[in-house]
């Protein structure tokens, strides 16, 4: 069965930094992409940040702009969103999902998701 598990959320002070993981499993890492969206209280889910290792397609929010990064270690399965300089409107939560398509916002295009970890940043 296909998996991902978020994990490494948590309470970070504005301007702080932090790091998620999700960790895949059940399906050969390097077919898929891994993007990230998050859904803030009272909010719809908006896609974050992905990039895909096979066709080199990006996507990347501009609110997250210079901030965000993805990173991976396909040893572990594992996807990573490293978020700096956090401002309270990163306040959410985070989920991975799968797509086999290349890198995009557009959440009908997933085909699995984790259950998420839910990000607060303090002001």
């Known amino acids: 069965d296909v998996q991902l598990q978020a994990s490494g959320g948590g309470l970070v002070q504005a301007g702080g930094y932090l790091r998620i993981s999700c960790a895949a499993s059940g399906f050969t890492f390097d077919d898929y992409v891994i993007g990230w969206f998050r859904q803030a209280p009272g909010k719809e889910r908006e896609g974050v940040l992905c990039?895909?290792?096979?066709?080199?397609?990006?996507y990347l929010t501009n609110s997250v702009k210079g901030r965000f990064a993805i990173s991976s270690d396909n040893a572990k399965n594992t996807v990573y969103l490293q978020m700096n300089n956090l401002k309270p409107e990163d306040t959410a939560v985070y989920y991975c999902?799968?797509?086999?398509?290349?890198?995009?916002?557009?959440?009908?295009?997933?085909?699995?998701w984790g259950q998420g970890t839910l990000v607060t940043v303090s002001s």
């Open positions: 999902a799968t797509t086999t398509i290349g890198c995009s916002p557009l959440e009908e295009l997933y085909d699995f």
């Open positions: 990039v895909s290792s096979d066709d080199g397609s990006i």
